[in-house]
């Protein structure tokens, strides 16, 4: 059971990005996704989640109107479009999942964590 980040870099504030997750097996698209953050020394931050189906999302107070998390189960994959980028979400991003249908924003609730990938917002 595998998830890859992948679409982390360098980007000027006011900038995008978009993160994906690809997960290794089918039944992830049975999954609530997540993105979290997390800097050293720090605890891991929610960023946002999403239903199994797409139906249903939640977003950190700090990202909300500039993020946007979705899914493609065709491809088992999640995506984490970042928008009006500021210096201050500069940190690695993880994608994490769980079974469970509830939109958790703890990040122990979560069983399965990519290895995470690196944005850099530069002023």
């Known amino acids: 059971v595998q998830l890859q980040a992948s679409g982390g870099g360098l980007v000027q504030a006011g900038g995008s990005l978009r993160l994906s997750c690809a997960a290794s097996?089918?039944?992830?698209?049975?999954?609530?996704m997540a993105w979290f953050r997390q800097s050293p020394g720090k605890e891991r931050e929610f960023v946002a989640a999403?239903?199994?189906?797409?139906?249903?999302?939640i977003y950190a107070d700090s990202v909300k109107g500039r993020f946007t998390i979705s899914r493609d189960n065709a491809k088992i994959t999640v995506y984490l479009q970042m928008n009006s980028l500021k210096t201050e979400d500069t940190t690695i991003y993880y994608c994490g999942s769980r079974a469970s249908p509830i939109l958790s924003q703890v990040a122990a609730e979560y069983d399965y964590w990519g290895q995470g990938t690196q944005v850099t917002v530069s002023s």
């Open positions: 097996e089918r039944t992830f698209s049975r999954y609530t």
């Open positions: 999403i239903s199994w189906n797409g139906v249903r999302t």
